[in-house]
């Protein structure tokens, strides 16, 4: 790696520097996001018994969390939750590093400065003084790719093909980061609709023995049909989590597309503006100085 780097992707990236490979542009890796959702799910359990120690009037929610008919399902769905939670904080996290980039000057903003397979050589030497990998970084990789074009083969007209062709790409790339967090999205409730169906068929169960085996026994129907709302309580309470944890995760993800579209459009402008509109077939030095 030259010395002579200023910035170091591996002390940028925040999952790099906690020791593990990054996500490409604004994707996390899902390892260390599971791992960080193992933690708040233990941390939110944490709280959770703790408000049902201590606060009364939290019973009616804290229950819906440690019933034991229900563990076995808002356990896991907690965990996806978290899971899906910290999935949304990295990319909010590394979209703040790619917007950084794009104030990092690569391309002198003057009116006077022109870009040909001449001068282009400088914006990429600039390029790779500013940061060790260039292609973790939309901006950066873009006007790398189309300015490579040009500089080897100078080929003024075919710099905006390439710049519209990474563009697609990088949409492209952005949209499959949320794949994962649709799929979230899509289990939540699913496995809430699983622990209803779980809770209905205990209370199916229970009511059974109220109309058969109990015969005329008040004191048994009346036992027996306290079972059974207990069943029909717990298929309601899974339900309920799994909707509200998934309307949550669906609202937060429809933010952060619209975010990351917006980034995308703004890159789509700066590659107008200060590169596309400044190319020139005559050839000429550079003609403005870098900001420091």
Not at 201 to 213: H, S, T
């Amino acid at each position: 790696m030259p010395p002579e780097v200023r910035y170091r992707w591996s002390q940028l990236d925040p999952e790099r520097r906690l020791g593990f490979s990054g996500g490409r542009f604004t994707g996390p890796k899902p390892l260390p996001a599971f791992l960080a959702g193992t933690v708040l799910t233990a941390i939110f359990y944490a709280l959770v018994i703790w408000l049902h120690g201590h606060l009364a009037w939290s019973h009616p929610v804290t229950q819906a969390f440690l019933r034991e008919a229900n563990l076995w399902t808002v356990v896991p769905l907690s965990l996806l939750f978290f899971f899906s939670v910290a999935l949304l904080a990295g990319k909010t996290l590394k979209l703040g590093l790619q917007q950084k980039a794009m104030g990092w000057a690569v391309v002198p903003a003057s009116a006077d400065f022109i870009l040909n397979e001449n001068t282009a050589e400088a914006v990429l030497q600039r390029i790779q003084g500013l940061v060790d990998q260039p292609d973790q970084f939309v901006i950066l990789n873009r006007i790398e790719r189309g300015l490579s074009n040009l500089h080897y083969l100078g080929q003024v007209s075919e710099v905006s093909s390439v710049l519209r062709g990474q563009a697609d790409d990088d949409e492209k790339t952005v949209a499959s980061s949320f794949t994962l967090l649709q799929g979230l999205v899509w289990a939540m409730p699913v496995l809430g609709f699983v622990g209803t169906a779980q809770g209905l068929a205990f209370a199916m169960g229970k009511f059974r023995l109220v109309l058969g085996e109990q015969g005329t026994d008040l004191a048994a129907i009346k036992q027996s049909l306290q079972e059974v709302t207990l069943g029909l309580s717990t298929s309601f309470e899974t339900t309920l989590v799994a909707l509200v944890f998934a309307l949550t995760i669906q609202i937060w993800i429809t933010f952060r597309q619209r975010a990351e579209l917006e980034f995308l459009d703004s890159c789509n402008d700066y590659c107008q503006r200060y590169v596309i509109s400044k190319l020139r077939l005559a050839s000429g030095g550079v003609r403005d100085t870098y900001p420091n």
